[in-house]
């Protein structure tokens, strides 16, 4: 499984109301510090694609990450996470102790630990 296709896989388990860091989603795809890889691999999804949840992925001081070359989905962001009952503070914030979402295993690597968390059977670790 490719690097993206693994970090597309945690991404997809991140349960809607709830929002996952970059930093963890790297942790939790066994790329410690590689938080700024998911950022790349979130940047190349269609922010319409229904198939891979890139809203819920935000930074460590719980905002939504601006960049120019987003056109405006910074916007569409932060719609999709309020839809789905996330609340920010009046200074755009999220509260992560809150909102965090805390899955109930961790990575490890097991030869085909990926392929369970692509089919979405990580619970089962």
């Known amino acids: 499984m490719s690097t993206y296709n693994l970090i597309y896989a945690v991404v997809r388990q991140i349960p809607s109301g709830k929002v996952a860091t970059y930093g ?10 590689q938080a700024r890889l ?11 694609s229904p198939d891979i949840p890139w809203h819920r992925v935000i930074n ?3 905002e939504i990450s601006t960049s120019p070359f987003r056109y405006g989905t910074e ?4 719609s999709l996470l309020e839809q789905e009952g996330i ?7 999220i509260n992560l102790h809150r909102y965090r ?3 109930d295993w961790q990575p490890d690597m097991r030869e085909g630990w990926e392929e369970r968390v692509g089919r979405g059977g990580a619970s089962q670790l």
Do not use: H, I, M
Not at 24 to 33: D, F, G, M
Not at 87 to 93: I, L
């Open 60 to 62: 460590a001081k719980g």
């Open 24 to 33: 963890q989603v790297a942790e939790l795809a066994n790329l410690p510090r």
């Open 38 to 48: 998911v950022g790349y691999a979130l940047y190349k999804v269609d922010p319409q």
């Open 101 to 103: 979402w805390q899955p």
């Open 87 to 93: 609340e920010f503070s009046p200074d755009g914030k």
């Open 75 to 78: 916007y569409l962001q932060r």
